[in-house]
């Protein structure tokens, strides 16, 4: 059973910069895809940044682009975002999802953390 534990979120001035970590329980962390994603209050769950398992596949939403990065530490099994120029339109839960494969699908990942929230204010 796969378990996804983020942390690192919290409240930021705009402009100020966050990490968000997420650990992974299991096996199947170093051959698995992963990615995040935000829910901001009456929206739905949008993809921000997805790594694969070797880290030689990066994607970003054009939202986040030159902003956001993401990488992770098979070693460690853990992934980061690393969040930086934030805006107050960044608000939003954020969670890390695993899949098999690579991919930017929401409905494609199989894991889900529980979400850690992130605040910007203006």
């Known amino acids: 059973q796969v378990q996804l534990v983020e942390s690192g979120g919290g409240l930021v001035q705009a402009g100020g910069s966050l990490r968000l970590s997420c650990v992974a329980s299991?096996?199947?962390?170093?051959?698995?895809?992963m990615g995040w994603f935000r829910q901001a209050p009456g929206k739905d769950r949008e993809f921000v940044a997805a790594v694969s398992w070797g880290s030689a596949k990066i994607d970003y939403a054009d939202s986040v682009k030159g902003r956001f990065t993401i990488s992770r530490d098979n070693a460690k099994n853990t992934v980061y975002l690393q969040m930086s120029n934030l805006k107050p339109e960044d608000t939003a839960v954020y969670y890390c999802a695993q899949a098999s494969k690579y991919t930017i699908s929401r409905d494609e990942y199989d894991y889900w953390g529980q979400g850690t929230q992130v605040t910007v204010s203006s």
């Open positions: 299991g096996r199947t962390f170093r051959t698995s895809a």
